[in-house]
């Protein structure tokens, strides 16, 4: 649905996207990863034609973006939510994008009850609204044209637990009825929850792309091999029974880490009759991985 | 760990006055926007000048160092008011006033580090201009060869203080709106609007002829270029400028000092 | 994910419609008035035009001077001759200034369209000064015309009507064309007014000073090739020059400013 095909934008010297291309599927929620300025936003920015690219281009649903007539009815973009007159009130702002697509005032009503924006709320102006509900303001903006398309540059930014989750429903939800989303985020975790397929870039270049299983896959099989975390009431019988096995065991924290799958564990623990407080698979998650694909790429030194 | 939980601030000096003046200083030149206001103020006189020069050689019109500086007040009474507009208001547009009060919460400091910025960049035009229309009169008397070097101190120190005026007029309107757009069109009307008004005004009715001296701060302000003025012109001239700077400045500050910044 | 929710990788435009035009000025209508600065600017500009003109007949009522209905026109220099450019620049640079366009641009990526709309809202806002103009002067000559001895003079034609219109909506539209070529307000404010005060004079000493200057002067001088449109005379010269100086000072600038917003970078 989004093809980006060759994208590169360059600042005078300075390259900020570096010939990347990659697809965003129907029915398929993407996440758009890379450490701070490795040029995410510049490319979403590309897509939709406010930055003019230097050489490749993107098309969404086959089309340039300016060739898409009322594209506010088929593509729903969320850059930056600030980026509003700060003295209109959310309720206008809301109004005045319905009045240029095309959309009854009904509308604004339903989205602003989409996003929990309470009708008092909706009439203050946006000087006064809080980052959370600015943030809310900019979603309800993406999602009022029901477009097939949703480009969202941080949408989680500022919103409050509750309303993290409930953005991650609406996402799934809308992917789920064939919508395609591609989003970008430093929450990690909610990435790791909402995408089935990732992008990591790091300054401007894609450094891994796939779906989560894979990724992982592939860091593991770079990375040090499987391997475990475990803490046991008696943390030294584990280890000894482990040891026992032929099992590398080293100290972590409250607990161990086992050079050895979690059943491993699991097994050794009920045969040698301790009891396990806690056990989990050791692939590092997303974060591990982001960390050591953008390591060269990363502001702050990782140990 | 203290088991005080309180600040001990006793090490920490306040920030003096004139850290807040270089940091203000520096913020009017720091952005594209501010320097090339700074920029602009300087060619546009130096352009002036050059044209002033280049026409009165060729046509062999006689010209006085006074006439350089002359034309260079008329143009910078009225970029300077602008620039002590843009020194307060960008604060606002920017949102930056968020940062720089709560570095100093002292906001009046702020505001009056704001003034000084603009009286020193008012002081180095105005030293820039007398520069400018120097150099201008040493090349027209090359060219001719002969100049006349009129403009004494007390003319000297009338310009400064004209523009310092200026200046400041701009300065308290954009205290008084804290909008950018609104105060230099404010500001406009003031230098434009206002004096055929007051005239008009002054001309068609009896009782406003006497009170205009006292309200006109513009044409007051011709006292500052006469030493031989009057006790009265002088009172005039304070008067019309409680009238159009204090005025507005107070009320600015007022607002300022209470309002919420966002 | 049900098994037959999964949609083509294209999107049918077949069925939308492109924003049409009407609609584009429909919201840019409605951004005019829907803040308070922009509430305020429209509301300022209605009153000062009824305040100069209020305060012009009390003036000629108390002082016996004779009014005619063209003077109350003429002195809205000082009303919506001032603010109408002011109008026609706001219009344009708040979008800058707030970011907004990063909104209506990705609304509508015609760019040049969300322009027109935007100088066609100017226009419209022209018009409808110009009629309440029109109507607060009748009320002005008609309340002088009752108050005063001297009868009131209602000399003013349809010719000067649409001169008077024509003033006002150049006016905007120089504005607006400043607007465009800076696309901040208070540069495009400043050199507007430069333009409009400082320049006629030193065109004018210039013109005094050097003879071949003088001669060009009214082919480069916008504001002055308004002047007979003031008067409600111009002769074929006179068209001439207003066309020759409105492509210098009007129609280059908007075109190079347009030009540089459809390929701006908008942040
Ligand atoms: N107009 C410009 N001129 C120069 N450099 C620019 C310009 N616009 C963007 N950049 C640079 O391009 C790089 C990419 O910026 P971008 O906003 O795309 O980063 P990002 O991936 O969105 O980062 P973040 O996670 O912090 O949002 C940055 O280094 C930025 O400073
Ligand atoms: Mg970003």
């Not at chain 1, 300054?203 to 091999?225: F, R």
């Amino acid at each position: 649905m989004i093809e980006v095909q060759g994208l590169t934008r360059t600042y005078g010297t300075f390259t900020a996207v570096d010939n990347i291309s990659f697809s965003c599927v129907p029915g398929t929620v993407t996440g758009f990863l890379g450490p701070n300025g490795a040029g995410k936003t510049t490319t979403m920015r590309v897509m939709v034609g406010l930055t003019p690219a230097s050489s490749g281009k993107v098309t969404i649903g086959g089309h340039l973006y300016k060739d898409i007539p009322n594209p506010g009815r088929h593509v729903g973009v969320l850059l930056d939510a600030s980026a509003q007159h700060a003295g209109r009130t959310g309720r206008e702002i809301l109004e005045l994008g319905a009045t240029t697509m095309g959309l009854p005032s009904s509308r604004v009503d339903e989205m602003l009850e989409l996003v929990s924006l309470t009708p008092t709320e909706a009439k203050r102006r946006l000087r006064n609204y809080s980052l959370g509900m600015k943030q809310r303001l900019g979603i309800a903006h993406a999602l009022l044209g029901d477009p097939s398309v949703l480009i969202l540059d941080e949408p989680a930014n500022g919103l409050d637990p509750a309303g993290i989750r409930w953005m991650r429903g609406l996402l799934k939800g809308y992917a789920e009825r064939g919508g395609t989303v591609l989003l970008s985020s430093h929450l990690l975790h909610e990435v790791e929850q909402i995408a089935d397929e990732m992008i990591l870039i790091g300054n401007g270049k894609i450094v891994a792309q796939g779906d989560k299983k894979t990724l992982l896959a592939g860091a593991a099989a770079k990375g040090g091999g499987v391997h475990s975390y475990a803490t046991a009431l008696d943390n030294a019988a584990l280890a000894a029974a482990l040891t026992a096995k032929g099992i590398t065991v080293a100290g972590a924290g409250d607990g161990l880490r086992i050079e050895a799958e979690s059943v491993e564990v699991g097994r050794a623990a009920l045969e040698a009759g301790v009891v396990l407080t806690d056990l989990r698979g050791g692939e590092g998650g997303l974060e591990d991985l982001f960390l050591e694909l953008t390591a060269e790429t990363q502001r702050e030194a990782i140990s | 760990m203290s088991a005080i939980h309180t600040l001990d601030v006793s090490g920490t000096a306040k920030t003096p006055f004139h850290r807040l003046v270089r940091v203000e200083l520096r913020k009017s030149y720091d952005t594209r926007a501010g320097f090339w206001l700074l920029l602009s103020i300087a060619l546009i006189v130096l352009a002036a000048e050059i044209i002033v020069l280049a026409v009165t050689t060729v046509q062999d019109e006689a010209i006085a160092f006074g006439d350089f500086i002359g034309v260079a007040a008329f143009l910078t009474s009225f970029l300077l008011p602008v620039l002590g507009i843009m020194v307060l208001t960008t604060e606002w547009s920017q949102r930056s006033a968020m940062v720089t009060f709560s570095l100093e919460p002292r906001r009046p400091l702020v505001i009056a580090a704001k003034a000084l910025v603009g009286v020193l960049l008012t002081l180095a035009t105005v030293a820039i201009a007398i520069g400018i229309g120097a150099v201008c009169t040493l090349l027209y008397r090359l060219i001719e060869g002969h100049a006349d070097w009129t403009f004494g101190w007390p003319d000297m120190f009338a310009f400064l203080l004209t523009q310092v005026l200026a200046m400041l007029g701009g300065f308290a309107l954009a205290a008084l709106l804290l909008n950018t757009p609104a105060a230099i069109v404010a500001f406009f009307v003031y230098k434009w609007v206002l004096p055929p008004l007051f005239f008009a005004g002054a001309a068609l009715m009896g009782w406003f002829d006497s009170l205009r001296p006292w309200i006109d701060f513009q044409s007051s302000q011709e006292a500052i270029w006469d030493w031989s003025s009057s006790g009265e012109d002088w009172a005039q001239l304070v008067v019309s400028g409680i009238v159009w700077l204090v005025i507005p400045l107070a009320i600015g500050i007022r607002r300022v000092l209470r309002a919420e910044v966002k | 994910m049900s098994a037959t929710a999964v949609a083509p990788a294209t999107i049918d435009l077949s069925g939308t419609q492109p924003t049409p035009f009407s609609r584009l000025l429909r919201t840019e209508f409605r951004k005019t008035y829907d803040t308070r600065s922009g509430l305020w600017l429209l509301i300022s500009i209605g009153i000062v035009t009824a305040l100069v003109m209020v305060i012009q007949v009390s003036v000629a009522i108390a002082q016996d001077i004779a009014v005619s209905y063209n003077d109350f026109l003429t002195s809205t220099t000082f009303s919506i001759g001032f603010l109408l450019p002011v109008l026609g620049i706001l219009l344009l640079t708040s979008e800058w200034s707030q970011r907004t366009a990063m909104v209506s641009f990705s609304l509508e990526p015609r760019r040049g369209h969300v322009i027109a709309a935007k100088m066609v809202v100017g226009i419209l806002f022209a018009i409808a000064a110009v009629l309440v103009t029109l109507a607060l002067a009748a009320v002005c000559t008609g309340i002088y015309g009752a108050l005063s001895d001297i009868p009131a003079d209602w000399d003013f034609g349809i010719k000067q009507t649409s001169f008077f219109l024509l003033l006002q909506v150049i006016g905007m539209l120089t504005g607006f064309a400043f607007a465009a070529l800076l696309l901040n307000s208070p540069a495009a404010i400043v050199v507007y007014f430069a333009y409009s005060f400082i320049l006629p004079t030193i065109f004018g000493i210039g013109a005094e000073l050097i003879g071949w200057f003088a001669d060009i002067h009214p082919w480069i001088d916008f504001n002055n090739a308004q002047v007979p449109l003031i008067d409600g005379s111009v002769s074929g010269e006179e068209w001439a020059q207003l066309v020759v100086t409105g492509i210098i000072w009007l129609v280059i600038p908007l075109a190079v400013g347009i030009w540089r917003v459809l390929r701006a970078e908008v942040k």
